[in-house]
């Protein structure tokens, strides 16, 4: 069973427990009437979709109800740390957030696939 | 036609469990649903006669009454002695929510030398007493449904269930009883 830490419950919790919120630091435009459609596209739809490093929205919804940011690993699922909402993206010693070079895209993986 | 409705218990005449845990339901109480910043807890606190608890996974009883902590700003009030809580919390003037939830849940109670082995066959909450020890309470899971699990003495437990669930809860239980005492 995979064990998530609530920072609000301080303790370490079943994954039953929790749900999954997408990606965590979005921020939302404060001048969301002016934007374009491709900006709000951007901020609504796209996301990274990284191999490795990932920050992301956690909800224990069958604990404490509350919403917090985690950063995991999304080849190995490994949580690396969560932390309160609001506060800053934190620095995971080791690992480095996933670039081009390292990330498997359809197109280099699967574009030639016959 | 029946010109008056009857209440019924959800859980009236079952009984189950094993020699090693007892599950049977609770009787009737009163609850309240309660949500407040921290600026209103020591009001609140006095209006219902008990501290509510601020560390997670606490709670605080008194001749019956319980407050259970939930989350940062949210408790779970139960009387089990049915005392009007929505009316002690409407003369509150501190800033606060309370819905009386009374009827939604029902409560089961496990008993027994076996109860914490009977609960932890579909709950994934540590029941050990060192990390869950009498007065202990959490939100939590068992099987399928969320429940609310208070533990009230060594081997007592009360879980708190939506009232729709209960005969699955309290098969569920019964279950993990009989597992237990294998
Ligand atoms: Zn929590």
């Known amino acids: 069973m995979l064990l998530i830490y609530c920072p609000y419950c301080e303790e370490e919790r079943s994954e039953l427990e929790f749900r999954h919120g997408g990606d965590a630091h979005v921020a939302r435009p404060t001048n969301m009437a002016d934007i374009s459609d491709e900006e709000f596209q951007e901020f609504f ?4 979709n990284p191999k490795g490093l990932i920050f992301e929205r956690w909800r224990h919804i069958h604990g404490c109800g509350r919403f917090f940011n985690a ?10 740390r969560s932390y309160k909402a609001g506060e800053p993206k934190p620095d995971i010693p080791g690992v480095t957030t996933a670039t081009e070079k390292t990330v498997e895209t359809y197109e280099a993986t699967e574009g030639t696939a016959k | 036609m029946a010109d008056q409705a009857l209440r019924k218990a959800p859980l009236a005449g079952r009984h189950g469990g094993s020699s090693g845990a007892r599950v049977t339901p609770a009787g009737p109480a009163t609850r309240l649903a309660l949500r407040a910043g921290s600026d209103a807890i020591g009001t609140l606190s006095l209006a219902f006669g008990l501290e509510l ?6 709670s605080a009883s008194v ?5 259970l902590w939930l989350g940062p700003d949210e408790w779970l009030l139960i009387d089990e002695n049915g005392a009007d809580l929505l009316g002690i919390a409407s003369g509150v003037s501190a800033l606060h929510s309370a819905t009386d939830v009374s009827h939604r849940n029902t409560t089961i109670l496990v008993s027994g030398p076996d109860a914490a082995a009977a609960i932890a066959a579909a709950c994934p909450l540590d029941l050990g007493t060192s990390v869950f020890p009498v007065g202990a309470a959490a939100r939590t899971v068992l099987g399928k449904i969320e429940i609310v699990l208070l533990r009230t003495g060594k081997e007592d437990y009360r879980v708190e269930c939506w009232r729709s669930f209960s005969p699955y809860a309290f098969g569920m239980l019964v279950e993990g009883a009989e597992d237990a005492g294998l």
């Not at chain 1, 739809?45 to 990274?48: G, K, N, V």
């Not at chain 1, 950063?71 to 690396?80: E, M, Q």
């Not at chain 2, 608890?53 to 606490?58: E, G």
């Not at chain 2, 001749?63 to 407050?67: D, M, N, Q, S």
């Open chain 1, 45 to 48: 739809f796209l996301r990274d």
């Open chain 1, 71 to 80: 950063a995991r690993d999304t080849v190995s699922d490994k949580f690396y």
């Open chain 2, 53 to 58: 608890p601020q560390r997670p996974k606490t």
């Open chain 2, 63 to 67: 001749t019956g009454r319980h407050a």
